[in-house]
């Protein structure tokens, strides 16, 4: 039922096209660059964008080629996003599902650790977090993810709340089901939906916050390219070569908005309200 | 013969939705006069309140539209002009009251100021003789501590001093007409009683001519001179309260008659339910649109919609076949 | 990141005294605490300055970023939001989507960089190591400020616009919406003083919640337009380990929250006669 309605909602399928592009690259670039993305060049330092000499989006402020770096930094991203959101998604939801399940005094702990993570903003606590673990590559997935516990636990255990109170959960107990089929077979897969649209939006501030934490210095770390230390280094050059500084961001906007418009037409496909009122 | 105020001539009010466009007032006709209370009864949905929205252009638009028909109040088209002309009249001349007193009043500003809005609007006042105006009105309209609650927010009040509230914002500027959309249907029974006594007496003391909307039978009984009986989006039966509780013409009219539980029929007799339901208006059938749940249905009611025949005394007039010229008639 | 020298063991026991790290964590942090109290919050294990006139000396412009750019957010936000949900149609609703999740898109960052590129030029527009306080020069201060805080705040304008939209027209179609048409009043008194009342109340609640956001923003912010604000001391606190200054900066952090949070509710019951607490609503 649901790729029916997809079909017609053309905010999510925007999305996925954009998405899709981007795959499109990372496939690409595991193949072939124009240029070797760490090799310097010093006879071409920041260069503008040229047809002529090859540098579609110019060179760096090592001679490097923007383009490649680009595309380089492509998978970096996404593969942090992933990752982060992943580890905050499978810890934050099993801790909302756990205290949404078995309430009490679980529900009461679980939920005030997650306010308190949650009261904070996501990006100090990742570079909070950060500055503890060390400014490695892998720890930027820890730091992001953290972010992300209490935001999935608290989805989770919504959901899982407005479902405990529905007849058909009531119906199943009462019919003699145990604990662990109802979780398993009624809850979890009826939670999934809610999930899925945190994770799209989930992977879209992923992004911004790697690209933030790599710009200050603290997350992917020179020369391996990524977006935001891209940016980071354009920082002295842009008045003289703006080039550096607008192409990075613009491969992180587009990809941040893709994210943003699937998980904003997927919540709509979600909610029946949403949908009347449009 | 009081002057007529109101004069509302073939209005059609439809809504553009995504199954077709939904005739929601089909062509109807009626006259108010000066000091009458005419009742609009029908079960819901049968266009009783897009009338009475449409009488002062409130239809959300869109995807609601009026598209045909005149509304002369006091000789002069409603539906002609821009709507700020319309505005001076709302709460000015034509006044409403709404179903549910619960949701009617905004819960974000006192009491006595959403009463002294219309006031300083209509009237001119300033905002302290509007706001005294308006504690005055709360007492009239039998508020205790009127002065002290008039300070007070909709919250605290309850579901019937509510819609007392609702009374005194509308007669604050007495207006010529009251439009009363279902005013009791969201109350308790004792305090319903308590709101149509309050507005009977209202429109005896001001000559306040009164639209009242319901789908009780019993309310009708209680206060309307005049009765218009609506079935899907029609008025199918106009006559006056005497003359309709003592001799019904049309089908439905008889039906909705015998539903009512009545005490002198002696408690062995079955109460009466009019087979099938309303239909939908998006899709109706051609004819009469109460030909499936009719049991006197002809062959011609599946072709063609009975005109509205005259009978009897002025307002007296019903719309169905076994009255139309030559066919029927009084038996 | 620094010069790092071993120490011997002997050395090291002599800075853990002299710290007073020799105890458990549990009893040095409530040793902390209890000098935190009393406004005592440490020395710089870097400047061997003493922590709190530090901060507190940083803190007022990080704070006056935050708000400019929340104040810029709503005024943005709002108007648009009201716009959108007065003009609603097919193509406004999508052109309103897409520019909405755009602003979200945007990392805030990079928007003050294109700033920095288009309007260097212009004089006293952009910051660029000659910051001037409020007290010293109000006009040139907001001058200087304003980049940095539409940067941070034109994320939570999109947030802001969208919600305030929603937000109208829900409210728009609720009967005391109709009550207010049916009175006579303008379109304008009805929108403004009943619909929009009414649709503020979720808005002021994202705004509240989304001030944290845009105080994470500042940090980023004043590196790029090298503000002396706390950001830029937090994130030197945290290159350096200074550790001692990362806590005093979490733990006033943590506190604005909280009165952050206070203020949101404070506005919210001033709107809506309905919380308020001396009247125990219903």
């Known amino acids: 039922m649901g790729a029916a309605r997809l079909k017609k909602n053309i905010i999510a399928l925007a999305g996925v096209g954009i998405i899709s592009f981007y795959l499109l690259i ?242 709509d496909l979600l909610d029946p309200r949403l949908r009347n009122v449009k | 013969m009081e002057e007529i105020l109101l004069e509302v001539n073939n209005l059609r009010t439809v809504f553009d939705t995504e199954y077709g466009t939904v005739k929601a007032v089909d062509d109807i006709s009626f006259t108010l006069r000066k000091g009458e209370v005419l009742g609009l009864v029908g079960e819901s949905g049968c266009g009783k309140s897009v009338t009475n929205l449409s009488l002062l252009r409130l239809i959300p638009e869109p995807p609601g539209r009026i598209s045909g028909g005149r509304i002369l109040f006091k000789g002069k088209d409603l539906l002609v002009g821009d709507e700020e002309e319309v505005r001076l009249v709302r709460g000015g001349s034509i006044a409403m009251i709404f179903q549910d007193p619960m949701t009617s009043l905004n819960p974000l500003l006192k009491i006595s100021l959403q009463i002294a809005e219309a006031l300083q609007l209509h009237r001119g006042m300033g905002r302290k003789e509007a706001l005294a105006k308006a504690a005055e009105l709360l007492k009239a309209i039998g508020i205790p501590d009127a002065e002290a609650r008039a300070n007070d927010y909709p919250h605290q009040f309850s579901g019937g001093m509510r819609q007392r509230v609702m009374i005194a914002m509308a007669i604050s500027c007495n207006p010529d007409i009251l439009i009363a959309d279902e005013p009791t249907t969201a109350l308790d029974v004792t305090i319903q009683a308590q709101i149509l006594e309050l507005i009977k007496s209202l429109s005896g003391e001001n000559t306040m001519s009164v639209i009242m909307i319901t789908h009780d039978l019993g309310v009708v009984a209680g206060i309307c001179d005049t009765i218009c009986v609506m079935y899907a989006g029609k008025i199918v039966e106009k006559a006056s309260v005497d003359d309709l509780f003592a001799q019904p013409l049309h089908p439905y009219t008889k039906g909705l008659l015998d539903s009512i539980p009545r005490i002198d029929a002696g408690s062995r007799k079955r109460l009466y339910s009019i087979p099938g339901s309303p239909p939908n208006l998006a899709s109706l059938p051609p004819g009469c649109p109460f030909r499936p749940r009719c049991d006197k249905a002809m062959e011609i009611c599946g072709r063609e919609m009975p005109p509205e025949t005259s009978l009897g005394d002025a307002p007296r007039s019903v719309r169905c076949w076994l009255y139309a010229s030559g066919e029927g008639g009084l038996e | 990141m620094g010069t790092q020298v071993e120490a011997t063991p002997e050395q090291m026991e002599e800075l853990k005294r002299l710290f007073g790290e020799d105890k458990p964590i549990p009893v040095l942090y409530i040793e902390w605490l209890g000098r935190v109290v009393q406004g005592d919050f440490g020395f710089s294990l870097r400047t061997s300055r003493p922590i709190l006139p530090d901060i507190l000396q940083r803190l007022p412009l990080s704070i006056e970023i935050t708000l400019f750019a929340l104040v810029l957010a709503l005024a943005l936000g709002i108007p648009l939001g009201i716009a959108a949900a007065l003009k609603q149609n097919p193509l406004t609703d999508i052109v309103i989507r897409i520019t ?148 005093g900066i979490v733990l006033l952090i943590a506190a604005m929250f909280v009165l952050v949070n206070l203020v949101t509710d404070l506005i919210y019951a001033a709107v809506d006669p309905r919380i308020r607490l001396d009247e125990g609503g219903r």
């Open chain 1, 26 to 267: 990372i496939l690409v670039s595991l193949f072939w660059l124009p240029f070797d993305p760490v090799a310097m060049d010093t006879l071409h330092l920041l260069e503008p964008p040229s047809i002529k000499t090859g540098h579609l989006f110019g060179t760096d402020e090592f001679g490097r080629d923007i383009l490649s770096r680009i595309m380089q930094g492509c998978s970096v991203s996404l593969i942090i996003s992933l990752g982060a959101t992943l580890l905050g998604a499978v810890i934050g939801t099993l801790m909302g599902i756990w205290a949404g399940f078995l309430g009490g005094k679980w529900d009461h702990l679980i939920m005030r650790v997650a306010d308190i993570l949650f009261s904070f903003p996501s990006l100090l606590l990742a570079i909070f977090v950060m500055g503890i673990l060390g400014e490695k590559t892998y720890n930027v997935i820890f730091a992001i993810g953290i972010v992300y516990i209490p935001q999935f636990a608290r989805v989770s255990r919504g959901a899982i709340l407005t479902l405990k109170g529905n007849e058909f959960v009531k119906a199943a107990f009462s019919s003699g089901a145990s604990k662990t089929y109802v979780l398993f077979r009624h809850l979890v897969p009826n939670i999934m939906m809610p999930l899925i649209v945190q994770v799209s939006l989930s992977l879209s501030v992923a992004i911004l916050l790697e690209s933030a934490l790599s710009f200050l210095g603290m997350g992917i770390q020179p020369p391996y390219p990524s977006w935001g230390n891209m940016l980071s280094g354009a920082r002295k050059f842009m008045l003289l070569a703006p080039w550096t500084a607008i192409y990075p961001g613009l491969a992180i906007v587009f990809l941040v908005l893709g994210f943003n418009l699937l998980g904003d037409g997927l919540r």
């Open chain 3, 100 to 247: 909405g999740l755009l602003g979200l898109s945007l990392p805030q960052f990079w928007l003050a960089s294109l700033m920095v590129i288009a309007f260097s030029g212009v004089q006293g527009w952009i910051p660029m190591g000659n910051y001037i306080s409020f007290a010293a020069d109000p006009i040139k201060n907001l001058k200087m400020l304003f980049f940095p805080s539409l940067a941070i705040g034109t994320g939570l304008a999109a947030v802001i616009m969208r919600y305030t939209r929603n937000s109208m027209l829900e409210v728009m179609q609720q009967d005391y919406v109709r009550t207010a048409k049916a009175k006579g009043l303008k379109k304008r008194v009805v929108v403004i003083r009943h619909a929009l009342r009414n649709a503020i109340l979720p808005v002021i609640t994202v705004a509240g919640f989304n001030t944290g956001y845009l105080l994470g923003g500042a940090i980023v912010i004043e590196e790029v337009f090298a503000l002396p604000g706390m950001g830029r001391l937090a994130l030197y606190a945290i290159y350096q380990r200074d550790y001692p200054v990362i806590q």
